[in-house]
């Protein structure tokens, strides 16, 4: 979840109304140029620095360590900001070593790091760490250290894009504090190994706040505990892997109701954590948890954490897929805000922030990229399974107009994919033009059956794993059984949407792929008249006889691609 809504924009009339099979190529070219009226925040991309590729690559200071337990310990003072805590980590040492890398940003501080009771000397660079080991670290073993710090952390400017604490009030004036740190890091908060590419197989997230407050994280609820202080301490305990920047706080003056789920690998708990006087506008909104559970798991396979249950838990920002404890502040609206990022009217028809990030509990959560570099995995899968859903409420038909809508949020101003190892992402474009990538893969596959087998086999292969890019892609192509590889590199790692031109003359059709990468070859289906016809450009011409004229000749929008006839 990192994107950002300004401004409405009118709806395109009728659009509902039109047949897949007779939109015109017109609407599905000015989808592929024109700019959106959504702007996500302006990012400005500086050149990379030291503090970059130590945030951003497996350097070797991290490398030798593979961490297996997070014991997270923070007490939360609203008075004045700040945070204090511990956290022990649990590591496998891979290979002998003598520094470790622990992150934490500025302006917070660690205290102190110990291992077996013993004081260990670091240095600090930039944002992170280096604490020199004093025992052998030898292969195989387990170990542990644990990391004492303190602080300010940084306040969130615009959660959750620009995230950080919020120190918040609900509208009765009760404090009321989120964490939202995805690309930020974790270590905004609480010191870590900050890389997506390990998670501790299991986490204890124990969280302190005073009285008057309920903190709501990841996971299922241990104990309450009422200490001398007038604080209480909520202990969490995720008996799953998760990645660090899922590691949520909310706590607030919230209500709290449950419910079950009948799914497919059996009975999932449900916990609602509104605000407490938002509880009943939230038991009217969120009934379409049920229904999109039931969507989701048939495409995409059941959902990833039993174990740990669903939970929904409202936040003073927009929300964030935080694992099993999804951050809900859409403000009980349909739509995003209330509006449609499809520019139809299909978004209307349900909670935007219920579908997009619950969905990234299979994608982000459950399947994470080790490089945010690759972040179009989750947010391009979370962009598609919204027409997913479109299409599980209203059919096949709306859950494709839904995807073919969104092109126009579109700029295509920088590659999807950014540069490895400098925790950079890429170009917001990775949400729309991810999910109409991964729908025009549908239409390559052209089998609904099989593209939901290669859904659930994602999930199956890729369970509570971390991944590249590359490995996903690797994966489609060979359950399709069709070599991908270019449509993957035409539509992330470049700029350029294909362009099929083409010339009609008589009954025969002559046409190539242009504005495309080199070797491009990606199948599309046309139509003249009212039948179909399956073509395979190249970038060298070809002509195909008719059995018609091929004068009405048109491409069919659900690819996305623009067409342009030649006269030559």
């Known amino acids: ?117 013993r004081i260990l000397n670091f240095r600090r660079d930039s944002n992170a760490f280096f604490a020199s080991m004093l025992e052998s670290q030898k292969i195989g073993a387990h170990m542990a250290v644990t990391v004492y710090y303190h602080g300010k952390p940084r306040a969130a400017i615009r959660p959750p894009w620009d995230g950080g604490y919020s120190w918040s009030v609900d509208s009765l004036g009760n404090r009321w504090i989120a964490t939202s ?28 706040v005073p009285d008057s407050m309920i903190d709501v994280s990841n996971g299922r609820l241990r104990s309450t505990t009422h200490n001398s202080d007038g604080t209480t301490t909520y202990e969490w305990f995720v008996a799953s892997p998760i990645n660090n920047y899922d590691v949520a ?33 939230a038991k009217k909104q969120w009934e379409q948890v049920k229904p999109m559970l039931a969507c989701f798991e048939h495409w995409f396979g059941p959902y990833p954490w039993y174990i740990d249950g669903y939970k929904l838990v409202e936040a003073p920002h927009l929300g964030m897929e935080h694992q099993s404890a999804v951050a809900y502040g859409n403000g009980f609206k349909n739509g995003y805000r209330g509006t449609d990022r499809s520019h139809t009217g299909l978004g209307l028809g349900w909670d935007f922030i219920i579908i997009h990030e619950s969905a990234h509990e299979w994608f982000g959560n459950s399947i994470t990229t080790k490089d945010i570099s690759d972040s179009w995995v989750h947010e391009g899968f979370a962009n598609y399974a919204e027409s997913i859903y479109t299409e599980c409420q209203q059919g096949k038909e709306k859950g494709a107009l839904y995807a073919i809508g969104e092109r126009a949020n579109i700029k295509n101003d920088a590659p999807v994919v950014a ?39 994602l999930s199956k292969t890729f369970y509570h794993q971390t991944v590249t890019g590359a490995q996903v892609e690797e994966y489609i192509s060979r359950q399709a059984g069709i ?48 039948s179909a016809l399956m073509l395979r450009p190249t970038t060298s011409a070809q002509t195909k006889k008719l059995a018609v004229a091929a004068g009405s000749f048109r491409v069919d929008s659900n690819y996305y691609v623009t067409a342009h006839q030649s006269e030559r």
């Open 181 to 208: 740190n995805q690309g930020l890091g974790a270590s905004v908060w609480w010191p870590n190994k900050d890389t997506q590419a390990d998670e501790p197989d299991s986490q204890r997230v124990a969280i302190s």
């Open 1 to 117: 979840m990192r994107r950002e809504s300004s401004s409405r924009r009118f709806l395109l009339m009728r659009l509902t109304h039109l047949s897949l099979l007779t939109l015109p190529l017109a609407f599905s070219t000015a989808c592929a140029q024109t700019t959106t009226t959504h702007p996500r925040p302006q990012q400005t991309v500086a050149p990379p620095t030291h503090a970059d590729s130590l945030r951003g690559s497996i350097t070797p200071e991290r490398a030798w360590w593979d961490v297996t337990f997070y014991d997270l310990h923070t007490r939360i003072s609203p008075a004045d900001s700040s945070i204090s805590g511990y956290v022990g980590i649990t590591y496998k040492v891979l290979a002998p070593a003598r520094e470790m890398q622990i992150d934490l940003q500025l302006p917070m501080v660690i205290d102190s790091i110990k291992q077996n009771r």
């Open 249 to 281: 706080v909310n706590a607030g003056n919230y209500a709290h109701y449950t419910e079950t789920y009948a799914g497919e690998a059996g009975e999932l708990t449900l916990d609602f954590w509104p605000l407490a006087y938002h509880l009943d506008a």
């Open 419 to 457: 540069e490895y190892g400098l925790n950079r992402e890429g170009s917001g474009d990775m949400y729309e033009k991810g999910g109409n990538m991964l729908h025009t893969i549908r239409q390559i596959v052209g089998d609904d059956e099989k593209w939901r087998s290669i859904l659930r086999g």
């Open 483 to 530: 070599d991908l590889s270019k449509v993957f590199a035409q539509y992330l790692t470049t700029t350029k949407i294909p362009v099929l031109e083409y010339r009609s003359k008589g009954k025969s059709l002559t046409y190539k792929w242009t504005n495309v990468v080199l070797g491009f070859d990606m199948p599309v289906r046309g139509f003249v008249g009212d």
